[in-house]
């Protein structure tokens, strides 16, 4: 498994931007597929975005396709969502995880996906 720690997240006005960063450690960072999903207070957790262990490909949810880019750094074992054009919906607890899922089409639900994150709290103000 891969160890991970979420940081980054934090209160933002709507229309604002945040990045919230996932450090891994593990010597399979390099090889797993990374994932960003959140969960709201009442919902559940839901997928937003996730990357090839290259970098060179990524998918999104259709909510946040436009706004939110996810990247990754191989050589610093750490994974980012940039978020932009923040709305008061996606107030989440937004958590990394890791994947041996190369398929992105099939890296979409939280059972694809072995190691996670604590977890880093988004609130957006309106």
């Known amino acids: 498994q891969v160890q991970l720690v979420e940081s980054g997240g934090g209160l933002v006005q709507a229309g604002g931007s945040l990045r919230v960063s996932c450090a891994a450690s593990g010597r399979t960072f390099s090889r797993r597929t990374m994932g960003w999903f959140r969960q709201s207070p009442g919902k559940e957790r839901e997928f937003v975005a996730a990357?090839?262990?290259?970098?060179?490909?990524?998918n999104y949810a259709d909510f946040v396709k436009g706004r939110f880019t996810i990247s990754r750094d191989i050589a610093k074992n750490t994974a980012y969502l940039q978020m932009n054009s923040l709305k008061p919906e996606d107030t989440a607890v937004y958590y990394c995880?890791?994947?041996?899922?190369?398929?992105?089409?099939?890296?979409?639900?939280?059972?694809?996906?072995?190691?996670w994150g604590q977890g880093t709290q988004v609130t957006v103000s309106s």
């Open positions: 995880a890791a994947s041996l899922v190369s398929t992105l089409l099939a890296a979409i639900t939280d059972v694809d996906y072995d190691s």
């Open positions: 990357i090839s262990w290259s970098g060179g490909r990524t």
